[in-house]
Structure formats: C-alpha cells, structure tokens
C-alpha cells in the first residue's frame, strides 16, 4: 500500500495545507539552492538563505558564514547575497572595497547573470530528473504484451484472460511494440489472440478499455463526484456501456448537460448524476481544443506485465514532457491573453494547493509527477522578462552587455515597481478566479 495514500484519512483541509507546503517548499528550496550554489562558485557570498518569509522559526550559521534559516510563513523563500538591500536583490548597501567582489553587484557581469539564471536552470534539471526517475522505475509494458493482474470487472464483462497470456490480436488486429490498434472496432467480446501455456488459442474477452476508470483528473467533475480510480461505469442514462470511448461519445453529446451514471465499486452498484464541464485541452502540434469532459482517463482492464525502461529512454521521454509543459503553457498564455480560451484555466494559490492535496491523495507517484510539472513551470515563469522576476534581471543584465552599463538607479526603481505591480495583480486576479469567477 501506498502509505502517502492512507494519509487523507486525517483530515481533508489539513491534508491539502500540508501538500501544498510540501510541495511549495520543496520546489522554492530548489530554485534558491540553485542561486546560493551557483553564487557561491562565482565567487559571490550569500548572508542568508531562508524558507520561507517571516518570523524565523529556525536557523544556523554554516562555516562559510551563511545563515541557513526557516520561516514561519511557507509561501517562498529567497537568498540574500552580501551588499543586497533586500532579499529580492534590490539595492545595495555599502561593503568594504575588498569585500566588494564577494556582492552581486560588484561581481563579474557573467557571474551575476549565471547566478540568476540558476534558479530557474535547477527547477528544470530538478523536473527532468524526477520524471526521469518515474519513467525509469514504472517501466513500460513487455512486448509482446502479457497478461499480469487483472482489474476487478463487474460480472458482465465475463472475464476469461489469465495472468500470463501473451496478446498478439484483438479483433484480427495485431499489436505493434505492445501496443493496441488506435481504430480497434468497439465491440462487448472481440476475439483475442493469445499465447497461454505456449499455445496460441482464439478467445472472447471484454473490449481492452472497458468502462474503467483509470485516472481521475483534480478538481474535475468525476473527482467533485465521488468516482474512483478502479470504478466501472455500466450505464449512463440507463443505457448498457461497455467501453470507455462509449463514454466519452456520452459526454460530448450531452453538450454539457447533467449525465446519470450507473457505477460499479467494489462489487456493489450505484447512481451518480454528473455534469460535465467545459476544458481546454493542448494539443500536441500546439493550440487548444475546448471539450466537455468529466475529467476521468480510460485504464486497460489487466495491469501488463512491465520491463524496465532504459536510462536514455527514460531521459529522452523526460525532455518530451518538460517540452510539451512548456508549449502548452506558453500556448496557454497566448490564448489566455487574445481570448481564445478560458482565464478560468489560470489556478492561484488556492488552486495549486487543492491540487497538491488531490494529486497527494493519489499516491507518491501523482505527487511526484505533480511537483515536477510545477517545478517546470515556476521555472519558465521566473524566465519572464519582468522586472522583480529572475528574466526581469537577465534583461537587466542583458542591457549591461550591449551598453556596458547598467540601468541607472531610476529606471530600476520605476522598472521594479512596474514589475511589482503586473505580478502583484496577476496573483490577485488568479486569487478571484479560484474564489470567485471560477469556483
């Protein structure tokens, strides 16, 4: 058992507070890591680095002179590097002239520019090698794909796969690398061919993705509803389902309208009304499509037989992911701004930490995933070109490189202040849309 998974059980609220900390901690201590380990090679001293802002509850000072502290308030953290006016790297205050050097300000133009693109850097390597990590230790399914444990199924789907059988056909269709035709015919008991006890038989099983709930999305309808990840939905208006792509046709006809659901758990039946809602999808050649969806993804209906995935396969689909984050949230973005989708697809903090506590919920696993997609993207927002953010000094130091100096004192106060105030109100905005505009 998945122990991470027991831990709802102690308390919903307290549970997701505690997830988003967690998270929020982990993916802060990250990216300042990055700053004070890169500034520290580069040959600039950090006075402190603090989790978190506030009261500090706790700290020690290292043999390097470097205080180590953490704060009461778990929603950030900063490193404070000699000569800095303020942990934001605002200012300076005057040092002696042979500790100069040793501040951000006196320091070479190259090394303050790779101090400050360090933080984002390592929330990008930290993203790439925990999904490395995942990929790695889940595997993929052997090929040819065999049979492992198979998912409890309501009695009609009359199961007659065994663990061990090997697939290699269903409905006449031969599977490549593992893997199921994508325009299988949906059919309740399509015939299989299979290898079972080194013979190979014809067999009628279920439909591959019956109507098995394998995943359940955070904050969906499905997840408001109750439904689980195992659950099998037999009937959606009354009307037998035996696939998951039934389903789906369901819910895109029902054009948003309230579905009746008949749901099998556990060997019991029971009825659940959902409606579904309106989402923006990615698409992978880029762009949004707009769907209604329950929120809930298929599962094949047996856990296959895995071999482990190779350290280069591992990080060349980790790279993919990190790149199809970023695509998608810059697409997002745009789409945002020109009116082309939703602004109820940006979550502020209140949305972040019902996720963190969901994805929690659902085990180690989810969560992990979950912390390198917000790694990934703390990350790429921090390489915005906005002043108070990490790319707001790149440009700085940008302009430092063509003109050879740097903005006057001026211009940083009016810059920052600018800055200040578009993050400011993007936090506010996305605060009213988890509160009010988009609940």
């Known amino acids: 058992m998945d122990l991470i998974q027991t831990l709802p059980s102690f308390g919903g609220a307290t549970f997701t507070v505690l997830a988003f900390i967690v998270a929020i901690s982990i993916i802060v201590a990250v990216h300042e890591y990055g700053h004070y380990i890169v500034g520290r090679w580069s040959g600039i001293h950090a006075e402190v680095f603090s989790l978190g802002f506030g009261p500090v509850l706790f700290s020690r000072v290292d043999r390097r002179g470097t205080r180590w502290q953490v704060a009461a308030l778990p929603l950030g953290g900063y490193v404070k590097f000699l000569g800095d006016a303020n942990a934001a790297s605002v200012g300076s205050t005057e040092v002696g002239e042979a500790d100069r050097r040793r501040t951000m300000l006196g320091a070479p133009l190259w090394a303050r520019a790779a101090t400050v693109a360090a933080g984002p850097a390592f929330n990008f390597v930290f993203s790439f090698l925990l999904f490395a990590a995942v990929l790695f230790s889940q595997g993929r399914p052997a090929d040819p794909l065999s049979v492992g444990e198979l998912t409890p199924l309501p009695d009609s789907f009359e199961q007659t796969l065994l663990p061990g059988d090997e697939v290699l056909a269903v409905a006449g269709q031969a599977l490549e690398g593992g893997q199921f035709p994508a325009d299988l015919p949906v059919e309740p008991a399509p015939v299989w061919t299979i290898v079972r006890d080194g013979e190979t038989i014809e067999i009628a099983a279920p439909y591959p993705f019956p109507s098995l709930l394998g995943s359940i999305n955070p904050g969906s309808a499905a997840y408001d509803g109750g439904l689980r990840p195992g659950d099998v939905v037999t009937a959606v208006g009354g009307d037998p389902v035996y696939a998951f792509d039934q389903l789906v046709d369901a819910v895109r006809e029902s054009g948003g309208a309230p579905m009746d659901l008949t749901v099998w758990r556990d060997g019991e039946s029971f009825d659940v009304t959902l409606t579904p809602r309106r989402t923006d999808l990615p698409l992978p050649g880029g762009g949004f499509e707009?769907?209604?969806?329950?929120?809930?993804?298929?599962?094949?209906?047996?856990?296959?037989?895995?071999?482990?995935?190779?350290?280069?396969?591992?990080?060349?689909?980790?790279?993919?992911?990190?790149?199809?984050?970023?695509?998608?949230?810059?697409?997002?973005?745009?789409?945002?701004?020109?009116?082309?989708?939703?602004?109820?697809?940006?979550?502020?903090?209140?949305?972040?930490?019902?996720?963190?506590?969901?994805?929690?919920?659902?085990?180690?696993?989810?969560?992990?995933?979950?912390?390198?997609?917000?790694?990934?993207?703390?990350?790429?927002?921090?390489?915005?070109?906005?002043?108070?953010?990490?790319?707001?000094?790149?440009?700085?130091?940008?302009?430092?490189?063509?003109?050879?100096?740097?903005?006057?004192?001026?211009?940083?106060?009016?810059?920052?202040?600018?800055?200040?105030?578009?993050?400011?109100?993007?936090?506010?905005?996305?605060?009213?849309?988890?509160?009010?505009?988009?609940?």
């Open 290 to 439: 707009t769907r209604w969806l329950l929120g809930a993804g298929a599962d094949l209906m047996f856990t296959p037989v895995m071999e482990r995935s190779g350290p280069v396969e591992a990080f060349v689909q980790s790279g993919q992911q990190i790149g199809f984050i970023v695509s998608s949230s810059l697409s997002g973005m745009w789409h945002i701004l020109t009116g082309a989708i939703s602004t109820c697809n940006l979550s502020g903090p209140v949305g972040i930490a019902e996720t963190s506590g969901q994805m929690a919920s659902q085990g180690t696993v989810s969560f992990l995933w979950f912390l390198g997609v917000i790694s990934v993207a703390v990350g790429l927002l921090n390489l915005f070109p906005v002043p108070v953010l990490d790319g707001g000094h790149l440009m700085f130091h940008a302009w430092e490189a063509v003109t050879g100096r740097m903005p006057s004192d001026g211009a940083l106060r009016v810059m920052m202040a600018a800055g200040l105030a578009i993050v400011l109100a993007l936090m506010c905005f996305a605060l009213l849309n988890d509160l009010i505009l988009c609940p």
